[in-house]
């Protein structure tokens, strides 16, 4: 898995493609006896496609 701030490039090329640009915030905690407690270094895992649909850094189906 890559490790990125910057999801902009493709890791499979390196090219970039225009888009408009997002700021995301994610905290994650766990949650113990109704008590959410903040979990330090999670990594997250985003999914994100351009314009016509196609995921980064996923091979097209041959199919």
């Known amino acids: 898995m890559s490790n ?3 999801i902009r490039s493709d890791p499979s090329n390196g090219s970039v493609q225009q888009g408009i640009p997002l700021r995301h915030v994610i905290h994650v905690y766990n949650v113990d006896n109704g008590s ?5 270094g999670a990594r997250i895992d985003i999914w994100h496609a351009n314009s016509q649909g196609v995921y980064s850094a996923v091979r ?3 199919c």
């Open 60 to 62: 097209e189906n041959p």
């Open 36 to 40: 959410c407690i903040p979990l330090q």
């Open 4 to 6: 990125r701030s910057d």
